[in-house]
């Protein structure tokens, strides 16, 4: 049986997360597909720890929005308060590799976005206010 690169099984474990949201509302979908287009940003800017608890404080509970980092720690192994915890209070060197899976996960995530639920970048897509249809 043949052994699966590290892409490989990223690209399967973000195909199952993102597919949930192919049948959702536009306005949820965008707003889902805004964030992972969004939070790779927020990652490189501000670094994984900030960046995480940024769109975890930003929005209610239960947002498409915050529904990324749940499906992001679901992807690396862990459940989100755990992952957030952790992320938090890890060494240097494990900080560095996370943030690296994290954004090694995320491109499929925006890959997925604009190919399954047709989210572009450049959309307005932030799930506040008047949502764009991108023309």
């Not at 690209?11 to 997360?17: C, G, I, L």
């Not at 994984?48 to 529904?67: G, I, W």
């Not at 060494?91 to 090694?104: D, H, K």
Request: hydrophobic share 35%; glycine share 6%.
């Amino acid at each position: 049986m043949a052994q699966k690169t590290r892409n490989q099984e990223l690209a399967e474990k973000v195909y199952e997360q993102v597919i949930k949201w192919k049948d959702n509302s536009e306005t949820n979908t965008k707003a889902y597909g805004g964030m992972c287009h969004k939070l790779p940003i927020l990652i490189r800017s501000a670094g994984l720890a900030q960046a995480l608890a940024f769109v975890d404080t930003r929005n209610k509970d239960k947002t498409p929005q915050k529904e990324v980092l749940v499906d992001l720690a679901r992807v690396l192994g862990k459940e989100k308060d755990t992952f957030l915890n952790e992320v938090r209070t890890m060494p240097l060197s494990e900080y560095i590799y996370v943030t690296r899976q994290s954004l090694l996960a995320l491109n499929w995530f925006k890959r997925f976005a604009v190919s399954i639920l047709h989210v572009e970048a450049n959309s307005n897509t932030d799930g506040e206010g008047e949502q764009s249809d991108g023309k």
